[in-house]
Nanobody, 119 residues
Framework: QVQLLESGGGLAQPGGSLRLSCVASGGVYSIYTMGWYRQAPGKARELVARVYIGGGKDFADSVKGRFTIFRDNARNTVTLRMNNLKPEDTGTYYC?????????????WGQGTQVTVSA
């Protein structure tokens, strides 16, 4: 069974940087997308960024120019680098992969890691 192990996150000051990493292990099928969602208190979960197996990337408008995302297909890892952090980036960040399974596409979520941006 696939498991996602997230690391990174924590507390940063406005304008600071953080890095989140996620590694998938345990019988992983071909991974179509790898990415991150976030959820702020009282708000819906939203896409932050994702990278496709071919290298294409999607970013939320609010993080364009500040966040970058990389994936290492050989290691089944995805890294989110967050620069120029803002208080509105605060939330729980969830790693997600979309697997191409024999029966169809399937999502796997991580348990989440907290990011707090505050002076």
């Amino acid at each position: 069974q696939v498991q996602l192990l997230e690391s990174g996150g924590g507390l940063a000051q406005p304008g600071g940087s953080l890095r989140l990493s996620c590694v998938a292990s345990g019988g992983v099928y071909s991974i179509y997308t790898m990415g991150w969602y976030r959820q702020a208190p009282g708000k819906a979960r939203e896409l932050v960024a994702r990278v496709y197996i071919g290298g294409g990337k999607d970013f939320a408008d609010s993080v364009k120019g500040r966040f970058t995302i990389f994936r290492d297909n050989a290691r089944n890892t995805v890294t989110l680098r967050m620069n120029n952090l803002k208080p509105e980036d605060t939330g729980t960040y969830y790693c997600i992969i979309q697997e191409d399974r024999p029966g169809g596409m399937g999502d796997v979520w991580g348990q989440g890691t907290q990011v707090t941006v505050s002076a």
